[in-house]
């Protein structure tokens, strides 16, 4: 089994960043894609970011690219979301998921983290 857990959301003005983290345990050796989805109220869980664990590939959804930067530890097993320039729009429920195909989509992801709530005032 695989254990997500998420952390590192909160409250900040529109401008300002934050870094989530995302920490993945148990059989890690399954997982070859790390990624961020998220989740705004009445809308579809939506792709964010993915990183393998050998930082080999990175790739980011359009209106993030530039503002966010996802890393990875392979020694602590810690996935990060860096998020600069953050936007009202940015507001949503993040999600971390480990998978063993690197894609973008979401049912393609085994294991997924609780969320953390982001939220970006005006």
């Known amino acids: 089994q695989v254990q997500v857990v998420e952390s590192g959301g909160g409250l900040v003005q529109a401008g300002g960043s934050l870094r989530l983290s995302c920490a993945v345990s148990g059989r890690t050796s399954e997982t070859h894609v790390l990624a961020w989805f998220r989740q705004a109220p009445g809308t579809e869980r939506d792709f964010v970011a993915y990183?393998?664990?050998?930082?080999?590939?990175?790739y980011y959804l359009d209106s993030v690219k530039g503002r966010f930067t996802i890393s990875r530890d392979t020694a602590e097993n810690t996935v990060y979301l860096q998020m600069n320039s953050l936007q009202p729009e940015d507001t949503a429920v993040y999600y971390c998921?480990?998978?063993?195909?690197?894609?973008?989509?979401?049912?393609?992801?085994?294991?997924w983290g609780q969320g953390t709530q982001v939220t970006v005032s005006s």
């Open positions: 990183v393998t664990w050998d930082g080999g590939s990175r």
């Open positions: 998921a480990a998978g063993a195909v690197l894609s973008n989509i979401r049912e393609r992801y085994d294991h």
